[in-house]
């Protein structure tokens, strides 16, 4: 279960990890519509859903879903400093979204699936919670993982149809 913060509100990793992974869900089967990898995620601050995205597959290498909530909500609340907000989202962030929520102080990283092809909050390398860096985020893994999880290999699978070009399974390699 979770812990009461302050303000009196459960925050993550609790029974409201559940419902805010759904959403980020939601996401990941919209960016799945769109052929795009089926990542989603949302930005929560006060039990609120601040923002919400999915990669997308773009010229930019960085638009991952993470990038893209973390960039919505720091415009949204005017700061760079997102403490107290928590990033949900589908598959465990790469190197580059859990530095990138370090940067931006989140207090908690809520997970679906592990990436043993690039997690970087608990598998391959633990940056959230690296105590040589000069922030440190909660985490919690495995949040409605098996929906989040099949809906990756789904989208592969699709990939790998005849005809299509095989490319590597970048992501989601249990
Ligand atoms: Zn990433």
């Known amino acids: 279960m979770g812990f009461r913060f302050g303000l009196g509100f ?88 859990a530095g990138a929520g370090v940067n931006a102080r989140l207090r908690g990283i809520v997970f679906g699936a592990r990436d043993f092809r690039a997690g970087a909050a608990g598998t391959l390398y633990d940056i959230p919670r690296d105590t040589r860096l000069n922030h440190r985020c909660k985490v919690r893994g495995g949040v409605l993982e098996d929906r989040c999880l099949e809906l990756l290999r789904e989208y592969f699978r699709r990939r790998r149809k005849p005809g299509a070009p095989i490319s590597g399974e970048a992501e989601c390699k249990p």
């Not at 010229?59 to 720091?74: C, F, K, M, S, Y």
Request: proline content about 5%.
């Open 10 to 97: 459960e925050i993550g990793f609790g029974m409201d990890d559940i419902e805010f992974m759904s959403q980020a869900l939601f996401e990941a089967e919209r960016a799945m519509t769109r052929g795009d990898v089926p990542v989603g995620a949302v930005l929560v601050r006060a039990g609120e859903i601040l923002a919400r995205g999915s990669n997308v597959k773009t010229n930019d290498p960085t638009a991952h879903a993470e990038i893209q909530v973390i960039r919505l909500g720091a415009e949204r609340l005017g700061t760079w400093n997102l403490r107290g907000c928590d990033l949900y989202v589908t598959l465990e962030p790469c190197p580059m979204c």
